[in-house]
């Protein structure tokens, strides 16, 4: 069977770069086990789902790098999840529950004074037609529970029942099945809670991976028992620790905290995003990957932490820089030329410029510093302008190259006796405006005589 996993946000927001994370991971397991990737959109909570939500992740998913085998939306498979009810009611494995939520409150209560946990009792399997036909006269409607195999022949009487599978992070898992209530699968008003919907499609899809949150170790023992009703092989289980930024807070699609196009606009690369997303709580060192490939062969699920992977936002703001350095220019050169950089000397200026910005579009600024001069005339004294045009006259001629400023700028030392920061700053300030930049090896060709000519102070 060929790996499929799954990526299965509900469409109720914007994702985040912790959703990323969750993304990523299908994504590159699927790279390194030449699987398929199955985007599924679980929408079946409709008031709450919005197809614009879908297309922004959608968009967000691609811009990312990541290109889905197929789309799918849980709202268009109704069909699908009635015929599992069938058979879990048929098999007596769905029984249907009119407790109101402060009936099962009380309950609890009681069984927690009793010693007993705090689970739901199974009491409506006791219920008689009559008092089934007096709920119903009150207008009250069932909601519907699975029956969790816990129990040798009573249901009344669950026994400690262990479900156990290898976890692909965490390793060694188990939960005891008789320490759970058994799950609401369908509310009163007819609406599906996750769970029914999620394993119904994991086996249609032939899901063979189950990667997401940790937040989801605990329903794993229920979904396993449900596979099993449901008469299909479980998954392989992938649980990977949560993103949280140093403060501890989680992230959440509500708050558009992080969000990927927020990131986006900001000005962070695609790679930026997904290399802190990935690296972050793993043995590996949070560094920029270039590419998806080389991101792949970074990533290996079980070095991934049991603990939360906390990670400073402004990390990326570092990794943006350090990636756009090492960026070559045939990556850059399509966005270099929306940005109108476009003429030969595109290539020399990306290689000159690449190591000094925050993000991509920075290379504007630069471009413009380049091609009409500072954008505001720097405040040169007057020794200092006197020094700067005499180092302009000593510019030796035509060809020029990278080695010419190291040749001129030994010439102009020894003549004006300058060094260090008297010699350099001025020669800068003149020809950029600015205290900092790319080397000045590098922009002198890029000005050439004529372009230094006119920064004469
Ligand atoms: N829709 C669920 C979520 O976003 C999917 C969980 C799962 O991967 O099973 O949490």
């Known amino acids: 069977m060929p790996v499929t996993v799954r990526f299965a946000p509900s469409p109720t927001g914007n994702i985040h770069i912790g959703n990323a994370r969750t993304a990523l991971f299908n994504w590159l397991f699927a790279m390194n086990n030449a699987g398929n990737f199955v985007q599924r959109f679980d929408d079946t909570d409709q008031a709450r789902s919005k197809q614009e939500y879908a297309d922004a992740i959608l968009y967000d998913l691609h811009w990312l790098g990541i290109f889905q085998d197929s789309i799918e939306y849980q709202s268009k498979r109704f069909e699908l ?21 402060a009936e099962l409150d009380l309950r609890r209560k009681v069984r927690r004074t009793r010693g007993l946990p705090p689970v739901y009792g199974r009491e409506a399997l006791s219920l008689s037609h009559s008092q089934i036909a007096e709920y119903e006269a009150e207008g009250r409607k069932p909601h519907w529970r699975f029956m969790l195999p816990n129990f040798p022949e009573d249901p009344m009487q669950p026994e400690r029942t262990e479900v156990s599978w290898n976890d692909l992070v965490r390793g060694e898992e188990t939960i005891d099945l008789a320490s759970l ?13 996750y769970t029914l919907p999620s ?14 949150g940790d937040d989801h170790v605990t329903n794993t023992g229920v979904q396993i028992a449900l596979f099993q009703a449901l008469g299909a092989e479980p998954p392989e289980f992938g649980h990977h620790n949560l993103l949280t930024a140093a403060s501890g807070e989680a992230l959440s699609k509500r708050t558009g905290a992080l969000s990927i196009a927020g990131l986006r ?3 962070l690369e695609p790679m930026t995003i997904a290399s802190l997303a990935v690296l972050t709580g793993t043995s590996e060192n949070v560094v920029p990957a270039a590419s998806m490939s080389e991101l792949a062969n970074l990533f290996d699920l079980s070095a991934t932490s049991k603990s939360a992977a906390k990670f400073d936002p402004d990390d990326l703001k570092t990794l943006n820089r350090d990636l756009l350095r090492q960026m070559p220019f045939r990556e850059a050169q399509d966005r270099l030329s929306a940005l109108d950089i476009f003429s030969e000397k595109a290539e020399p200026f990306w290689l000159a410029v690449r190591g000094n910005l925050d993000k991509l579009s920075d290379a504007a600024d630069w471009w413009r510093i380049v091609e009409q001069g500072p954008d505001t005339l720097p405040d040169l004294s007057d020794d200092d302008k006197s020094f700067v045009r005499e180092a302009f006259d000593m510019l030796p001629p035509e060809p020029w190259d990278r080695d010419t400023f190291k040749t001129w700028i030994g010439a102009v030392k020894e003549k004006t006796e300058r060094k260090g920061k008297a010699l350099y700053e001025p020669i800068r300030l003149a020809l950029t405006g600015l205290q900092s930049g790319p080397e000045l090896a590098d922009l002198l060709p890029l000005l050439g005589p004529a372009g230094i000519q006119a920064r004469r102070p």
């Open 181 to 193: 209530s058994d799950p609401i699968l369908i509310r009163e008003d007819g609406t599906f809670l």
């Open 81 to 101: 999840y009635n015929d599992a009810v069938d058979k879990l009611k048929r098999a007596g494995q769905l029984y249907a529950c009119y407790e109101t939520p």
């Open 199 to 212: 394993v119904t499609d994991d086996i249609d899809m032939g899901i063979t991976h189950v990667i997401r």
């Open 265 to 267: 606009e900001a000005g």
